[in-house]
């Protein structure tokens, strides 16, 4: 046999370095964001409680693979307190398109304003990944050729693979190459069959090693070419998340549902309260409302027994916090401080003196509501007389719970035609009948007898019950109407017995709020509201009530 003048050691020495190679390698990780368990528990229930997530993932399916890794990393990266991302050598072939989606998103300038809505917040983060819908598809189908590119390297690794095992099988090879490395001429030639086949194996495994190298690399240089045009569209796409997390957030705010009621709520439920919220007769108002509540709020914050309100003059007295600015002058000058402590002695200071806001009220508050046709009108700068009516009993029955006073909400519009919701102090007030509350519209004309008939039975159980009196009764309405003089004799004994006061609102009415009008009449207090949009016309009432 002729032999191939090749030494016995160079495919000794390349056949065992095949066939010490593993004929596997590490696959790598299908997720872009690392999770503990408990991370990961959190993204499984609520994707299998969200509706949307998986019809998402249902949609995405069809074009592209790996889709449900994709929305859960989505979902981890504003989920986690501080989201990381694996390093691209660790993720698999397959997964770097969602690696660079991940990452583009990750590194957005609004991210962090995002994360800040959502981290710890599995709703939160998922109503972000739902809003990223849109973004996702379009970088997937940018993503697409890079991601076929990649997905070609498994293959060729797996060819190279396959051949670097039949290079590991080949016993019959290696013995066949033992016995011809035996029988060598003493020139130290191998039979050229033994050889060559031992030789064309190892070429082969070579070729297919690096063709594997070149389908990673080409598919790392495709994913680093389209990585620069995935960033506008995923700073749109954090931007819009942001805005829409913070919008439903404002508007559970606006509705008074806080983060500890948000918290115990199942998903489900907070899914079905969100709709609700964004389709309620006065969403658009939520803003409205919000201000409402917040300035209600404000105002319980400056709220001090017995304050000067309105300087109405001067007087005399030894209130130090209420000395005329001529008078602390006087101690300023050595040779009349005695004369200042000996008028301070008797009482003789000279004081501002005002009229004081005196927070009296004890028993309900009761807010009657007008619901007649002509509540639907607008005002001059947005906004309509229902929406201020609303928006400000829904500031009362805050003010109500935070003093553990009951409240009532009366809606009402024709004679006879009203409808009563209440919300007891040592009861929970459920957010759905706030909603059932602020939605509820009756139409029709304005009568005043009824709801305040209701308003005084109402506060008479309360007395008979809890012997609590001076409730206080807030009336909001556009229209003035008549009432009997019968009615009038019985109105004037129930609020003498029972020491109740009425806050008058004309809301677009101005001859209601006029000094000889019925409501003024029936009313302790009275203001007219012009402007809907403008919560500071109520302000006072969130002192005294």
Not at 118 to 136: E, I, K, N
Not at 525 to 533: G, I, P
Request: charged share 25%; net charge negative.
């Amino acid at each position: 046999m002729s032999g191939t003048p090749s030494g016995p050691d160079e495919p000794a020495n390349r056949a065992g370095t095949w066939l010490g190679r593993s004929p596997t390698a590490a696959e790598g990780h299908t997720t872009a964001v690392v999770a503990d368990p408990f991370e990961q528990i959190a993204w499984r229930d609520t994707y299998a409680q969200s509706a949307g997530l998986r019809e998402l993932a249902e949609e995405l399916t069809e074009r592209h693979d790996h889709a449900v890794d994709l929305l859960a990393d989505a979902f981890l990266a504003a989920y986690k307190a501080g989201p990381r991302l694996r390093e691209r050598a660790e993720m698999a072939p397959s997964r770097l398109a969602n690696h660079q989606i991940i990452n583009s998103l990750v590194e957005s300038p609004k991210f962090a304003e995002l994360h800040r809505e959502t981290v710890g917040d599995p709703y939160a983060a998922a109503m972000a990944v739902l809003a990223q819908a849109t973004a996702l598809r379009d970088m997937l189908e940018r993503f697409r050729p890079a991601r076929e590119q990649a997905e070609q390297a498994p293959k060729a690794r797996q060819d190279a693979e396959g051949a670097t095992a039949a290079v590991g099988a080949v016993g019959a090879v290696g013995a066949a190459f033992q016995q011809a490395a035996a029988g060598a001429g003493a020139d130290g030639t191998v039979p050229a069959p033994a050889a060559e086949t031992v030789r064309r194996a190892i070429d082969s495994v070579e070729t297919a090693g690096a063709a594997a190298r070149r389908a990673a690399q080409g598919a790392g240089q495709a994913l680093a070419a389209t990585a620069p045009s995935l960033r506008p569209t995923a700073r749109k796409a954090v931007a819009q998340a942001t805005e829409t997390v913070r919008e439903e957030a404002a508007l559970m705010r606006a509705w008074g549902v806080g983060p500890g009621e948000l918290e115990r709520l199942p998903y489900d439920e907070r899914a079905r309260l969100a709709e609700r919220l964004r389709t309620s007769r006065l969403a658009q108002w939520a803003e409205l409302i919000g201000r409402f509540r917040q300035m209600a709020d404000g105002e319980r914050a400056r709220k001090v027994e017995n304050a000067t309100g309105e300087l109405i003059g001067v007087t005399l007295g030894n209130d130090l916090s209420r000395v005329i600015p001529s008078e602390l002058a006087n101690l300023g000058l050595p040779e009349l401080r005695a004369v200042f402590a000996a008028r301070y002695a008797a009482g003789e200071l000279m004081l501002y003196d005002s009229q004081g806001e005196q927070t009296t009220g004890r028993g309900a508050v009761i807010a009657c509501v007008d619901t007649s046709h002509s509540m639907y009108m607008e005002g001059p700068g947005g906004g309509t007389r229902e929406a201020w009516a609303k928006a400000c009993a829904l500031a009362l029955l805050d003010q109500a719970r935070h003093a553990k006073r009951d409240f009532v909400g009366i809606l009402f519009s024709s004679a006879g035609r009203l409808r009563v919701f209440r919300f007891p102090a040592v009861e929970p007030a459920p957010t759905a009948r706030v909603l059932d509350f602020a939605e509820t519209f009756l139409g029709g004309g304005t009568s005043y007898q009824s709801p305040l008939s209701a308003a005084v039975e109402l506060l008479e159980e309360e007395f008979d019950s809890a012997a609590r009196a001076r409730g206080d009764i807030v009336m909001l309405t556009d229209d003035e109407c008549d009432v009997t003089e019968a009615w009038m004799r019985g109105w004037n004994a129930a609020k003498h017995r029972l020491g109740f006061r009425v806050f008058g609102v004309a809301i677009g009415a101005p001859r209601a709020a006029e000094a000889d009008s019925v409501l003024d009449t029936l009313s302790d207090n009275l203001r007219s509201v012009e402007d809907f949009m403008d919560v500071r016309v109520a302000a006072d009432l969130f002192r005294v009530i």
